[in-house]
Nanobody, 121 residues
Framework: QVQLVESGGGSVQAGGTLRLSCAAS????????PAWYRQAPGKQRELVASITRGTTTNYADSVKGRFSISRDSARNTVWLQMDNLKPEDTAVYYC???????????????WGQGTQVTVSS
């Protein structure tokens, strides 16, 4: 069973940088509509960044200018570069994408297991 696997979380001080990555646990035909969400304690999961229509990037207002989503289609990997981190960015970050396991399979939505990001002041 294929999974999305995130890595790169950790603890940093305010103003610091982290880079999250998300990759399929085994080779897949394609990864489409990748997105990063986050969920802070006691809050609903929110969309942080996404790539739509192949190349269009979208960001939550709270992270514009600080976060950057990118992808490497050849390696089926998605990244979230997070700069100038703030304490309010503290949350569990999840990647989400539509995976096609083969050229004849239908796309299915997958979630990663989440990675903790903690920003201290």
């Amino acid at each position: 069973q294929v999974q999305l696997v995130e890595s790169g979380g950790g603890s940093v001080q305010a103003g610091g940088t982290l880079r999250l990555s998300c990759a399929a646990s085994k080779r897949v035909f394609s990864i489409n509509k990748p997105a990063w969400y986050r969920q802070a304690p006691g809050k609903q999961r929110e969309l942080v960044a996404s790539i739509t229509r192949g190349t269009t990037t979208n960001y939550a207002d709270s992270v514009k200018g600080r976060f950057s989503i990118s992808r490497d289609s050849a390696r089926n990997t998605v990244w979230l570069q997070m700069d100038n981190l703030k304490p309010e960015d503290t949350a569990v970050y999840y990647c989400n994408a539509e995976l096609r396991q083969s050229s004849v399979s239908l796309p299915a939505l997958y979630w990663g297991q989440g990675t903790q990001v903690t920003v201290s002041s």
